[in-house]
Each structure stands twice: as C-alpha cells, then as structure tokens.
C-alpha cells in the first residue's frame, strides 16, 4: 500500500481557522478536500437545506411536475417503478409519500432480480403495471435505457418520466421527461446525486410548482423525508458532498430519532436500539451504519427475494406491520449471507488462478451461484486483489448476468464499453456496473476487458491501494475537542473520506489478534498513550513487536459516561 500526502497550506488552513474558529488541522482536512473559499467553507462546516440548488435547473423539471399536476387534476392513476436495491427503494418511497401527500392516486412495483432485464421493460409494463390501468408511470433509480419499454408505454397512451442518475448512452428516451443530472444539457449544478436525491428535487419542485399557482394544495413537509433520502444516498456510495452532504446530515439527525416506524424496526433489527426495555442507541448512527448495518438489511429482499416489501416498510405508519417485515429481512439477510460464503469460496479460488496467472481483470460465471450475492462477491474480490472482477450466474437459457465491481482509479463503464459488442445490455457507474452477455463470450470477455483496464494504467501495470495522508501529527497533539471537531465535517463516504494522519516513531504496546482478523492495541509516543484497533491486520501481528510508522483516523469512543479517543489503524510500516 503506496502513501500519499497532500501538500501542507499552513497559510490558508490559518486564515480558515481563525475566520470560523476551528483548528488549524481541520482547515488542512477542509483544504485536502478542496473546500476553499469562505462560501464553500461555510457550506461544509454549515450543511443546511437553506443551501440546495434550484430543482426547475434541472432539465424537464418543469415538464415533470407539469404533467404530474394534470395527473393530480384528472385523478389519473400514477404508478411508480422502481429498482430493489436501496436507492431504488428509498426513491420509490420518496415519490409515494410526497404525491400521496397531494392525493395522487398512485401505486408502485419494484423490479424483480429473477426477470431477465433491468430497468422498465416491455415485460414488467404488460404485467406489473398495465392491469392498473395507470396513464402516467414514472420510474425510480431507471428508465434511461429503457427505450424499448418506454416506447410501448407511449403506443399504450401511457406516459412516462424517468427519474435516474445513471450514465445514459448514445440514445436518450424519448419519454415526457427525463430527470437525469448527468443528461447532456443539463444545467443542475451537482451531477452527483443519488435517484433519491432526483426524487426528492421532483417533489420539491412539484411542491413550489402548485404553491406558486395557489389553489387548494395539500401543504407538503418534505423535512421528514430526509431520513430515506440518507438511507439512498449513502447505500449507493455517490460523493457525500454538495447536495448528498446536506440530505445525509439532515437524514442522520431524524434517523437517530428513529421516529419512522420502519426505520425504528431495521434499526431494532440491526441491534441499534437497546433491547430489554433500556431506551437509547446502542451505537453511532453515521453513515458507516447505515452502510454496514442497515442497508444490507433492506438489499436483502431485493437480493433473495421480493423487495417490494421494503417499500411498505418505509412508508407504513404502523410499527406492527413494520416489526414483521424487518423480522423478513433478517430471515433474507441471514440466507444472503450463507449464500455468499459458499459463492465467495469457489470465486476467490478461481480468481486466485487467475490473478497467478497475470490477469487485470477476474471475469467469472457459474451455472451454481445464486444472482443476489454477485455484487457483494464482486466487491470482496476487489477488496481482495485490487482489480476489476466481473461475476456472472448463468441461467437455462445459456445468458450470463452480474455485477461488475473495480478498483479506485478504473473506469469500468468505459472499460465495458469498449468490449460492447460482446455484451447484451451493460450500464451503472465508474466502479460499480450492470452486464448481461452469452456465457459463450466469457473468455474473450475476460481477454478484452484485460486489455481495456490495462491500458488505462500506467505501463500497463496493476492498480496500487493508495492511502491519502492529511497531515503529520505527533500523538500529543490529538485531544478530545480537536477529535469532536473534525467529527463536524461528517459525513464521511465517497468525495469526503474520513481524515488520515501519519505519526512516526509509535511503539506499539501488547497487541493481541482478536474476532481472527483484527488487531487490538495501544499506541505510545513520548508521554501520550491510546487506544487503537487494525480492521484486518491480524497477519501482521509480528511487526508490531517493534516501533511503527503509522496511519490512522482518530475517532471518539462513548462508553457510558465515559469518553475517549481511539486511534484506527489503516497501515503501518517499520519506524
């Protein structure tokens, strides 16, 4: 693992941190991220819905709520299509309270993993959303490259808006509107938002629409609907800047309240509130929890089984109903997991023979791995090797579908893209895609997409993990308010990770391997000792009977009343 540093600005971070009273290392962090600027400064340390852009930016955004207002004149039925993982669900949700909230006849299906296509399609139109006679679909979290089904929608006299954020191809559909940031022309100032963030900006904007016109609408309060527009956001790891960073800081605040019933259940569910009556969280609720803790609970339906579910958990005010489906999720999640092992195990040993082989990329396909698991085996191979792996499940018909998952510093769209004419369908983001091919291709798949990704790196060489330092430190500059302080700038994800310091000359005191992988320790230098923990360094428990260098991210620990700093370990070498 190579390291990193950014420059230091002792300058600026002191002018910053005299302007609004805060460290000179939390200017630095603020500066590494390229926050610069008193008004982007003031909106990173200050994240208000005050601050959100202006929805009609965005392109069709007058054509959307346009037509959806006619709908709500007309009693039209409105029927809601969305994607089963968690964007896709907590997009669904979004759309389903706010037109509810207007009176809108409206209902929703959320696709099925086992159907052969993604997105809208002709199929799902026939049979999910035609019997209810709708006039206006509109999807969630899809809909870009569903030209096909859109089309079959319009000779239906069916109208349709996409509601997406994925990448769109070279053929745009020609649908009433389509609500895409990365669209070209559009003029929507932050292109990295989440379908739950689309959603949300349509409905914001439909509220100010009928507002503006006056008239007997329903008052809209869309501030309790921050806690699924959080949940969407940081499950589909977009950049937690911008707009992201505001909808997750105001989100995580209502989710800690758990006062949604459906939230209350996953959050009882994943062992985040007290059991035996004791009120209160029982852990931090930030976005690494919801990360790990609560969204693979709600992947799980989508994963296993039928994540229309999810939706009714979200937007039920009954906490009855919204007991029992968590308990069906943890009854998924638990099968996912056993599921998981068994796919894991026979792919990291075929990709073992493949990364001994010299291979860029790891292309595998079984006719025996179970489809809901190939994202999450895709990312452990990446985690793993730190190179692209595509995992695919056959089915009877002989095509190949899965989950594409790379590095930092790949572009597996564009990777994908060049290997176009060997695919059926492909699309997602930069690290995280979609493919379905013939089985038959797999080979000269693996082949090709070795040529594309090797070509995006320098000399053709393999990806190198890269920890991004922020500052040097001695230990005894780390105190509990600074701690707190750099805690503000959460939170931490994608385009705001969290801060990493590099300390020289630590001794290492008694570390002992605990739960198999990972390493607890403490860390001294000079006169200051802390607490500290290595995620899955276990193997490398003989190194640290000697001084270190270290890297680290300082966090606050709570236990009861009592308060300290616990230092995580990202890597280390010999002092």
């Not at 943890?330 to 075929?350: F, G, I, P, S």
């Not at 302080?485 to 605990?514: D, M, R, S, T, Y």
């Not at 198999?516 to 320790?521: E, K, Q, T």
Request: aromatic share 4%; proline share 5%; glycine share 8%.
């Amino acid at each position: 693992m190579r390291w990193t540093r950014h420059k230091p600005r002792e300058a600026a971070a002191g002018h910053y941190a005299r302007e609004f009273d805060i460290s000179e290392l939390t200017a630095q962090v603020l500066l590494n991220r390229g926050v610069n600027g008193l008004e982007d400064m003031r909106a990173m340390l200050r994240p208000s819905l005050e601050s959100l852009h202006d929805p009609f930016s965005m392109r069709n955004m007058d054509k959307a709520v346009r037509r959806i207002r006619r709908a709500l004149l007309k009693k039209e039925r409105i029927q809601i299509h969305g994607d089963y993982d968690v964007d896709g669900i907590t997009a669904t949700a979004v759309l389903l309270l706010g037109l509810r909230g207007l009176g809108a006849d409206v209902g929703y299906h959320i696709i099925n993993r086992r159907d052969s296509s993604v997105g809208l399609s002709v199929l799902s139109l026939e049979r999910d959303h035609l019997p209810k006679q709708p006039k206006l679909i509109i999807t969630a979290d899809c809909g870009t490259s569903s030209n096909a089904a859109i089309e079959a929608a319009k000779a239906q006299d069916i109208d349709v808006i996409v509601v997406d954020h994925h990448l769109p191809g070279t053929f745009l559909p020609t649908c009433t509107a389509l609500l895409n940031p990365q669209q070209p022309k559009c003029e929507f100032p932050f292109k990295q938002l989440a379908a739950v963030g689309v959603a949300f900006n349509l409905i914001l904007a439909l509220q100010r629409f009928l507002a503006a016109e006056g008239g007997d609408w329903p008052a809209l309060d869309l501030v309790p609907l921050m806690d699924l527009v959080a949940l969407g956001t940081v499950s589909d790891l977009v950049a937690l800047t911008d707009e992201n960073r505001v909808f997750v800081h105001e989100g995580l605040r209502l989710i800690r309240t758990a006062r949604r019933p459906g939230i209350c259940a996953i959050m009882g569910s994943a062992h985040l509130i007290s059991q035996a009556g004791r009120a209160g969280l029982t852990d931090s609720i930030n976005a690494r929890t919801i990360g790990f803790r609560l969204a693979p609970l709600l992947n799980a339906a989508g994963r296993m089984d039928d994540a229309n579910k999810c939706v009714e958990l979200l937007t039920t005010d009954s906490y009855r109903v919204a007991d029992a489906i968590a308990s069906e999720l943890v009854a998924a999640n638990q099968e996912r997991q056993a599921r998981e092992r068994l796919v894991l195990e026979d792919a990291e040993t075929r990709a073992s023979n493949l990364v001994d082989a010299g291979a860029h990329t790891v292309v595998l396909a079984s006719r025996d791995w179970h489809p809901g698991v190939l994202g999450i085996v895709a990312s452990r191979l990446v985690e793993k090797f730190n190179l692209p792996a595509l995992v695919a499940a056959i089915d009877d018909s002989g095509m190949a579908k899965g989950s594409v998952r790379g590095p930092d510093g790949v572009d597996m769209l564009d990777a994908l893209r060049g290997c176009r004419d060997l695919l059926d369908t492909y699309g997602g983001h930069r690290v995280a895609a979609g493919v379905a091919f013939p089985a038959l291709h797999a080979e000269e798949l693996q082949r090709r997409l070795n040529l594309q990704v090797a070509g995006q790196l320098p000399d053709g060489a393999r990806p190198e993990r890269i920890l991004s330092v922020d500052a040097f430190v001695d230990l005894a500059g780390i105190e509990e308010r600074m701690v707190e302080e750099l805690e503000q700038l959460a939170p931490f994800g994608a385009g705001n990770p969290e801060p990493l310091f590099e300390a020289h000359g630590v001794f290492p005191i008694q570390p002992k391997a605990v739960g198999g992988r990972n390493v607890r320790l403490r860390l001294r230098q000079g006169s200051r000792t802390f607490s500290a923990f290595c995620f899955g360094l276990a193997g490398r428990l003989e190194e640290l009977k000697r001084p270190i260098d270290v890297v680290f991210h300082p966090r606050i620990v709570r236990t009861g009343k009592q308060v300290e700093v616990e230092l995580m370990i990202r890597d280390f070498t010999p002092a």
